[in-house]
């Protein structure tokens, strides 16, 4: 099934802070969507800490870009219909996405 929200979250050298952002949008009230950790060629290596989270959370490397790369990276991988992104040191409320859908088929 296609989800509604793509999440994208780009990440250089965050590692200990990535996890908590996932968990963030695991936590959602809101069920349709994919999170898409772009790694842009971060030396802490984040691709076992990701790896554990499963599905729906899928795992991108790239050669380092920048965030603007990483997000156009990730748009470019995204299947959903509305395109989201985190910071990988940051977090969302629990009905963020909820909201933000709600709203956008509202207008």
Do not use: C, W
Not at 76 to 97: E, M, Q, S
């Amino acid at each position: 099934m296609t989800p509604r929200v793509s999440v994208i979250i780009p990440t250089y050298n965050n590692a200990h802070f990535i996890a908590q952002a996932i968990e963030s949008v695991l936590a959602q009230s809101f069920d349709s969507y994919e999170v898409i950790v772009i790694d842009d060629g971060s030396t802490d290596d984040p691709h076992e800490l990701v790896g554990r989270f499963g599905a729906p959370v899928r795992y991108e490397k790239q050669a380092n870009a920048g965030v603007s790369g990483a997000r156009n990276h990730g748009i470019n991988v995204a299947r959903g219909d509305l395109v989201v992104f985190l910071d990988a040191d940051d977090t969302f409320y629990p009905d963020k996405l909820a909201r933000q859908s709600a709203m956008f088929d509202a207008d």
